[in-house]
């Protein structure tokens, strides 16, 4: 990349990933970039990597967010597109529900587990 | 006998977390993530062209007439360039191919297309991605396969392969 085509780009990025006016709405964005999956990184939120497609996908967000829409809606138009993969946050549904209640099922077991023990006479 | 095996229970499971983790250590998962867009229209967008000489791109020209291929593509991407001879053959063959330019400028795009070739009917360039991400694309080069009425039929990601061209073919004649 040359001189005279960089400057121009940096300037680019900066312009795209200037803050919203509005404090109360950038703090919207910023919470909501957290738990959006950057699809092309390992495991990274779009707030935490610097791959272009999350600089694009931070830029939506904001406009959204500025545009008034509310969070929900803007995480609802990226799954709709990627499927829950996209959001660190899945939806307690089908498969899923197992995420959300294997740590339950797995405390009921141990304290199964550990009420039989006590119970047990001492020898 | 049940507590001997029982004792050994807690290390069983040990040894098969550790097994699992080295496996997947190994070869982490890289899944490609479909768009969930197959089987439904074309989201609106509206995409800038090369010029006057070449029109962009938009939903509204992916609406009517046959079926027909939307491929994305950008002149930095080196895969785009493996597949240029592929989308060269299926042009040939009579398929329209319509182009996304992604994160890409008219120069670049003008250069890439005179030195691998131009199978493209229209162009829209998609300077931040838009149109990529609206049609739950993650990067280039994929390709849609899109109906005469508008409705995304496939997603092939990443390029396109000589041993693929029937297979689109068929995938075409189905669609329309």
Known sequence: MNRGFAIPMLLLIAAAEAPLPDPSQEAAARALMHELRCLVCQHQSIADSNA??????????????AAGEPPAAVRAYLVERYGDWVTFDPPRRGSNLIIWAAPFLFLAIGAIVAARQFRKPRT | MMKRVALFLPLAVFIGFVAVAIWRLGEPGNPAIRSQLVGKPVPAFALAGLGPERPGLGSADLAGGGPRLVNLFASWCIPCRVEAPVLAELKRRGVVIDGI????????????????GDPYRRI????????MLALGASGVPETFLVDGKGIIRVQYIGELRHEQIDTVLAAIRDAS
């Open chain 1, 52 to 65: 272009d497609m999350a600089v694009d996908m931070r830029r939506i967000v904001r406009e959204r967010i």
């Open chain 2, 124 to 131: 829209g360039i998609d300077s931040e991605s838009r149109a």
């Open chain 2, 101 to 116: 330019a992604v994160r890409d400028r008219p120069e670049t795009i003008r250069a890439f297309l005179a030195e691998h």
